[in-house]
């Protein structure tokens, strides 16, 4: 089981207090109307497949209910990173390079 | 003395404490301290069970938990627990054990014939014997592979043990308490850090316990082991957990520890779980589990009385059990020696000490030969001769050529090997670490730390007592300091004697037996044998993952701790491929073999999944309402009266509700409070149809699209005022549409200034459906004018029911004149009571979920889930009216353009209504265009909803079909296995088609 860290209630708590809810950064399109049929797919079901750091959405759902980012290594599972949603996603390869992966 | 295989003296079993306990019916006695297998042995009993595949007799082969053969079945309460292993198994008074897989009895066993029959057995023979004809594979070879294979028979009864589950954190976890474990433990508690200590058996001390010459701090071994851990014992920051086993080690140093807590009792306090599960998160992790002996792969190595010669170490001087009365010591490396003369000091005659090397250490020889202990150096053992117990050893000369030339025999009642020594690296590989092979050592070892752990003494191959401890203490304070930033100066222990030996072997021992007629085994407990491995190879199995699957070495509860590197040697052989090229496989958790009842604790029967319960409840049950599950919640199905059928009883409900009226629990459904100056708008966003100009007290049917365009939800928005306004949502789907709603407005939408609540337990509520709805709420009801005019259908108010705040609907699911009345929870059973009196007065009846589904299919209302299955669009389940035409966005909306959903072909939602109106369609059914279609057409769709409707007097069903709504008053085929059934394709509204029931 992981050990998450709320960037909100500023704890580390056990995975099961959370939800994982996919890639990061994804963000919905503004004007839906002039996205093209590709795009659209793209938005909705394409996602990253990553071997490495990879930034995705967390929700401390029987918590605070918030949504974050965290940044994870999907081999090591270890996380590099953990902010709120709205900040900018970190440099992942300067990220990658100081945690030594 | 009913022990003759018992020391005079010695060991660490209480000799004024005699145990008695049975073994197969037969009474024996034993002592305190014992486990079965060492009170087994000194009964003198070797052969303890059958092996799984030949049937061939097997006897105790180690004195731990990587045991393959003494897997025993233990009475107790009444039931007997399968696959024990008796090394483990500690001896109490009247303990009652029975041997396995063997008919009708352990001496006697008729399924040995298939050791006489074993040719017929290669590796991979079921996947070649049993494969035709193919209508056997169920009902003829399965049964007959599942009886005759197989070890014990599991339990008959549900389990009538209670299980424990304990979350803990420390600083410092250390697994394994030999002497590498038990510096370490020194070390890191000195520095103040909080130390976990666990050991899978009875006593802390590891290899110490059976060390009879070494010293340590001038102490016999076994008296600092018993100090060290009166000291650790005394200090408030460590725990010690013996009879604890970590068997998992999971990411982010979380551990899982296995504590039995009563199984080595004769009669436990009941109030105590038979097991405990230690949820461990510690900061750094001392895996110190020590190494393993291997065994030697020669011919006939799987007769009773043979066992490895630190098992046989162990037993003599922990448990003070001669293992035989005369014993040859095969061997190629010298910590057997050692073996040999302990047993010697107790005066049992070593026949011969035969070592694989041409020149043993000469210490080692001189110490032999002074106590007369003949030495054969450059020998081998080729076969073993004896039935239920080993008689005597063949032994052959390793000439240079590489052959072996007999060597005679020597006859002995017992025969102690050691093939070498192997690191116990499982833990290390579940926490994903990759080991790496050590030329030097023979052995994988530990590589680089992937979390924050480190492998100490025999676990990375280090040896000698007194390199051990050292690495012990240092390995404990750099935890600690790791951990918690402080160190500590610990006096460090000073050992004499325990040095490391050097020698081993891997893979088969060679001979000079005809090689097509003998067995050598690799895995006991799987009857592996050397040419099974090499016959895989030869079938072309390149990969050890392959190799294991198909030979099934290493698939023991030991997971290949005995097997796996002379499975690795052979199979290197037979490839012509060094070790390091052949692969290892992965160990897993759990360590060993582990009960379900841990994993599930307290979460069996009440406890397994929490139970939401109505308001209506208790008066249903008294009511004899009848229950189905909805998720976690129990609703009531339907209320028979006396006599009725189900059937008979929600056709009474229907005609009822359509006729007087009835009372329907829908405290179940999702109810979400939306409220903000942004409220409509978020709605507006959220759901297909406008809500900006609903006004305050008005309500409006939802439908709820992902942003691919399908149906995830629907429900009933009223608006209470401007910047407020609850909402419905399905009983399943209500925690997702929270979810999701919160998704949108946390991250797409952080500008709109909403908050929603989820209020579904905060309210009860009551459906009154039916023409005389008004009159049956109307006496309770203040505050509101309920007439049509001033209440329309689809209106909400706030309002009171018999003085209670109440929020009440206008809206119906039944098609009737319906309310639904919202009070706050702990109202309910009051609003429930008051209703339920009140419908009998107008001949009403309480309804359940049965009818209500009824009465909705026969207003074609669809239940999102059921109607739908997330590939259904709003244009295809016919509701299109539900979009708001002018809106700009809204989830879903892009969506809904794609080319695929717009495109011809899709399934629509349509009614269906049989030729014959009695017969009625089963949900699920495939529909076709043709009466007989050819096997393989694809189906044009399948019903989804099917009843008996008693308004119409007929049977009903709606169905997605391709091009549906096309195709009215066109006939379909549903073809089932007595026939098909014709039907036609209608509107999937069948009943009040105008509405003119609801506008009352």
Redesign the interface.
């Known amino acids: 089981?992981?050990?998450v860290y709320c960037p909100y209630c500023q704890v580390e708590r056990?995975e099961t207090e959370f939800?994982c809810?996919g890639q990061a950064h994804i963000?919905?399109?503004a004007?839906?109307?002039t996205?093209s049929?590709e795009d659209?797919?793209e938005?909705?079901y394409l996602r990253d497949n990553t071997k490495g750091v990879y930034a995705e959405?967390w929700?401390h759902?029987h918590g605070c209910?918030?949504?974050f980012n965290a940044v994870r290594h999907t081999v090591?599972?270890d996380f590099l990173a953990f902010y709120k949603?709205?900040e900018p996603m970190p440099d992942l390869d300067t990220l990658a390079k100081e945690a030594g992966k | 003395m009913s022990q003759p295989f018992r020391t005079e003296k010695g060991g660490r079993i209480d000799r004024g404490d005699q145990l008695t306990f049975m073994f197969d019916g037969e009474q024996m006695q034993g002592h305190k301290g014992d486990t079965l297998a060492s009170a087994l042995l000194a009964n003198g009993v070797h052969l303890v069970g059958r092996s799984f595949k030949y049937h061939r007799p097997r006897g105790i082969v180690t004195a731990g938990s990587e045991e393959p053969n003494a897997l025993v079945g233990i009475y107790r309460k009444g039931d007997q627990t399968p696959n024990l292993r008796a090394t483990q198994v500690e001896l109490y008074q009247g303990l009652e054990a029975i041997s396995q897989n063997r008919f009708p009895s352990l001496s006697f066993d008729v399924g040995a014939v298939n050791d006489l029959l074993s040719p017929l057995f290669p590796a991979g023979f079921y996947y070649k014997t049993f494969m035709w004809p193919k209508s056997f594979w169920d009902r003829v070879y399965e049964p007959i592979i599942r009886a005759a294979a197989g070890l014990g028979r599991p339990p008959k009864n549900p389990d009538h043990d209670s299980y424990g589950n304990i979350y803990e954190h420390c600083d410092v976890l250390i697994a394994g308490s030999g002497p590498a474990g038990l510096a370490a433990a020194l070390a890191a508690a000195e520095t103040g850090a909080k130390v976990i200590l666990c050991d899978e058996q009875a006593q802390f001390g590891g290899s110490l316990l059976s060390e009879a010459n070494a010293t340590i701090d001038g102490k016999a071994a076994g008296d600092w082991v018993s100090g060290t851990i009166a000291k650790l014992s005394a200090m408030d920051n460590v725990t010690l957990l013996n009879r604890t086993t970590a068997f998992g080690y999971f990411a982010h140093n979380y551990i899982a520890l296995a504590e039995r807590v009563t199984e080595h009792m004769s009669d436990p306090d009941p109030k105590l779980p038979r097991e405990r599960l230690w949820q461990v998160r510690a900061k750094e992790v001392v895996i110190a589990s020590g190494a393993i002996e291997r065994p030697m792969v020669f011919p006939e190595n799987d007769r009773p009385g043979i066992l490895l010669a630190d098992a046989g170490r162990t037993y003599l001087n922990r448990y003070g059990v001669k293992v035989g009365h005369k014993v040859v010591v095969a061997t190629a490396c010298d910590s057997a020696w050692q073996a040999a003369f302990d047993l010697n000091d107790h005066g049992v005659e070593v026949a011969a000490i035969c070592d694989m090397r041409e020149t043993p250490p000469e210490s080692l020889v001189s110490i032999a030969k002074a106590r007369g202990i003949r030495v054969e150096a450059g020998c081998v053992v080729t076969g073993t001769l004896g039935r239920k117990r080993i008689k005597a050893a063949l032994i052959g000369r390793l000439m240079t050529s590489g052959q072996v030339a007999s060597g005679g025999q020597i006859d002995c009642d017992a025969l102690l090997m050691s093939g070498g020594w192997t690191p116990t690296v499982s833990l290390y590989s579940q926490s994903r670490g990759k080991v790496v092979w050590d030329q030097d050592k023979g052995a994988y070892v530990p590589g680089v730390s992937v979390q924050k752990e480190r492998s100490v003494g025999g676990a990375k191959g280090l040896y000698g007592l007194q390199a051990t401890l050292e690495d012990g203490y240092a390995a404990g304070e750099q935890a600690a300091k790791a951990a918690t930033g402080k160190s500590a100066a610990v006096t460090r222990a000073v050992a004499s004697g325990g040095e490391a030996g050097s020698g081993g072997t891997l893979g088969a021992i060679p001979h000079d037996r005809n090689p097509a007629r003998v067995k050598a085994f690799v895995d006991y407990q799987n009857d592996v044998t050397a040419k099974d491995v090499k016959l895989a190879v030869r079938e072309g199995m390149q990969s050890i993952e392959h190799i294991k699957r198909y030979t099934t070495t290493g698939m023991a509860t030991d997971q290949g701790r005995l097997s796996n590197m002379n499975a690795l040697q052979i199979a290197s052989g037979a490839l012509e491929r060094p070790v390091t090229q052949v692969g290892l496989t992965t160990f897993r958790l759990p360590y060993t073999p582990t009960s379900f009842g841990l994993f599930a604790g307290v979460s069996r029967g009440d406890f397994f999944d929490p139970v939401r319960k109505t308001p209506s409840h208790e008066w249903a049950v008294e009511n004899g309402g009848v229950f189905e599950d909805v998720g976690q919640w129990k609703r009531t199905w339907y209320f028979p009266k006396s006599g009725e059928d189900m059937h008979a009883a929600v056709a009474r409900e229907c005609k009822m509700v359509r006729e007087t009226v009835g009372l329907f629990d829908a405290s179940t459904l999702g109810k979400i409070e939306v409220v903000g100056p942004d409220a409509a708008e978020f709605l507006e966003r959220m759901y297909t149809n406008p809500w900006k100009k609903l006004a305050p007290g008005r309500c409006r049917y939802g439908l709820l699209l992902n942003d691919a365009g399908f149906i995830v939800d629907d429900g009933v928005m009223g608006r209470l005022a401007e910047d407020r306004f609850h909402i419905t949502t399905t009983t399943g789907g209500a925690p997702n549409v929270f979810a999701t709603m919160e998704d949108y407005l946390q991250t797409e939408w952080p500008d709109l200034d909403v908050w929603i609540t989820s209020t579904t337990e905060q309210y009860a509520v009551a459906a009154v459906q039916g023409p005389k709805a008004r009159e049956v709420i109307a006496p309770f009801i203040e505050g509101i004018d309920l007439s049509a005019e001033k209440l329309p259908h689809m209106s909400v108010r706030e309002c009171t029911f018999a003085g209670v705040p109440c929020r009440l609907f206008r809206i119906s699911f039944t098609g009737e004149l319906g309310f639904e009345i919202n009070v706050p929870k702990r109202h309910g059973k009051m609003m429930w009571e008051t209703l339920a009196k009140e419908i009998e007065k107008h001949n009403g009846v309480p309804y359940g979920t049965e009818t209500m589904h009824v009465l909705r299919a026969e207003k074609g209302f669809i239940i999102v889930g059921q109607d739908t299955d997330g590939t259904v669009t709003p244009h295809d389940a016919g509701m299109s009216w539900a979009i708001g035409k002018k809106k700009h966005d809204f989830v879903g909306k892009r969506g809904l353009e794609r080319p695929d959903l717009v495109a011809e072909g899709r399934k629509q939602l349509v009614g269906l209504l049989t030729k014959d109106p009695k017969v009625k369609l089963e949900e699920g059914a495939q529909i076709t265009s043709r009466g007989a279609p050819k096997t393989g057409t694809p189906a044009e769709g399948h019903v989804t909803s099917s009843y008996y409707s008693p308004a119409l007097d007929r049977n009903i069903a709606l169905a997605i079909v391709k091009n549906g709504q096309a195709l009215e008053g066109k006939t379909l085929y549903v073809p089932m296995p007595d026939g098909s059934i014709e039907v036609e394709v209608t509107s999937p509204v069948f009943y009040d088609k105008e509405g003119a029931r609801l506008n009352v």
Do not use: C, K, N
């Open positions: 089981m992981l050990l056990p939800s809810r963000a919905r399109p004007d839906p109307d996205v049929d659209w797919v938005y909705l959405r929700r759902i209910g918030r949504f090591s599972d949603a709205g």
